[in-house]
């Protein structure tokens, strides 16, 4: 079935460090893929996403590309904030818009 | 713009005991999916509901079940409390049904089996 495996955290990073949180998948067919963020106490946002092969999803400095030959999806920030500290998923569409998810990887970023 | 309102936040409840969960989704949305959230399992999907039906439906037991409403309001129910069950629920509403619907989530409700 569909899947998807993310890096283990904790990231541990010092502000302004480069930022990489791999993700690759398992799907039948071509889903969309996304990324989301969950800040403490909070649900998840979504933070950016791709619907086809070779497209770049784009937010808040965080980007993102789709890569049907590799089944990849990996989140990249070129320059860390204190405030991007939080946990982050990446998930596949499922049937409908059900969304299937990693497990998750937190980030703490530190001054 | 109201975002998506999952009530109530906390709830205790003791194992064999049933308990019902409420969304409101953004208003004009009306798709609603529900998540169960663990620390061992990671995020899991329940179910999604579409103009009051259920569209699909995630790997869980009976005891698990849901329904909308005419508003596009939905809630959740778990019959039989066991341990296990205990969880942060997520609902999240989509305008639209498809794969490239962005899903807005609620901010959880956090029940503990005792």
């Known amino acids: 079935g569909n899947s998807v495996t993310q890096m283990e955290g904790p990231v541990t990073l010092s502000e302004e460090a480069f930022l990489t949180i791999n993700c690759t998948y398992t799907?039948?067919?071509?889903?969309?893929l996304f990324w989301y963020v969950q800040y403490p106490g909070e649900g998840l946002q979504l933070l950016l996403k791709?619907?086809?092969?070779?497209d770049k999803g784009s937010n808040k400095g965080f980007e993102a590309t789709y890569r049907k030959e590799t089944t990849s999806f990996h989140l990249e920030k070129g320059s860390v904030q204190v405030s991007d500290s939080a946990v982050y998923f990446c998930?596949?569409?499922?049937?409908?818009?059900?969304?299937?998810f990693g497990k998750g990887t937190t980030l703490s970023v530190s001054s | 713009k109201a975002g998506v309102t999952q009530t109530p936040r906390y709830l205790i409840k003791t194992r064999g005991q049933q308990v019902t969960l409420s969304c409101s989704p953004i208003?004009?949305?009306?798709?609603v999916s529900w998540y169960q959230q663990t620390p061992g399992q990671g995020l899991q999907f329940l179910f999604e509901?579409?103009?009051?039906?259920?569209?699909n439906k995630g790997n869980f037991p009976g005891r698990f079940s849901g329904r909308q409403f005419s508003n596009s309001r939905s809630e959740m129910n778990v019959s039989t409390l066991e341990l296990g069950d205990s969880a942060l629920y997520l609902c999240?509403?989509?305008?639209?049904?498809?794969?490239?619907?962005?899903?807005?989530f609620g901010q959880g409700t956090r029940l503990t089996v005792v």
């Open positions: 999240a509403s989509s305008s639209l049904q498809g794969r490239d619907t962005e899903a807005f």
């Open positions: 799907a039948t067919g071509y889903p969309s």
């Open positions: 791709a619907t086809k092969a070779d």
């Open positions: 998930a596949l569409s499922g049937a409908g818009t059900a969304l299937i």
């Open positions: 208003s004009g949305h009306r798709s």
């Open positions: 509901y579409f103009s009051e039906t259920q569209r």
